[in-house]
């Protein structure tokens, strides 16, 4: 099944920084908006950042907003989210996926699939 695979997970220090990327697996990513999610254990899965189909328009959710940082390189189709000044709460395993085909961030259910994720764990 096509989907996107997430990298770039780890064990940091609170306070430390991580880059995630979300990479495509066997197919592009140019042409779709993508949004970041996190589910920490015993949680329900979250919406974290999403990057229109172009990189026009970002967004982010209150809590990360200031620290987190969704970019994306348009040669490759490469979604990266950078992760500054990590809290113990931003502990969970981080999803990438297509959420439409459109320049802007609103989801479409059903659009796009789950990757394996990565694990991001802050603690000291």
């Known amino acids: 099944q096509l989907h996107a695979v997430e990298s770039g997970g780890g064990l940091v220090q609170p306070g430390g920084s991580l880059r995630l990327s979300c990479t495509p697996s066997?197919?592009?990513?140019?042409?779709?908006?993508v949004g970041w999610f996190r589910q920490a254990p015993g949680k329900e899965r979250e919406g974290v950042s999403c990057?229109?189909?172009?990189?026009?328009?970002?967004n982010y959710t209150e809590s990360v907003k200031g620290r987190f940082t969704i970019s994306r390189d348009s040669a490759k189709g490469t979604v990266f989210l950078q992760m500054d000044s990590l809290r113990p709460e931003d502990t969970a395993i981080y999803y990438c996926r297509t959420i439409n085909s459109h320049d802007e961030c609103t989801p479409l259910p059903g659009f796009g699939s789950w990757g394996p994720g990565t694990q991001v764990t802050v603690s000291s």
């Open positions: 990057i229109s189909s172009t990189g026009t328009y970002t």
């Open positions: 066997g197919f592009p990513l140019h042409y779709y908006a």
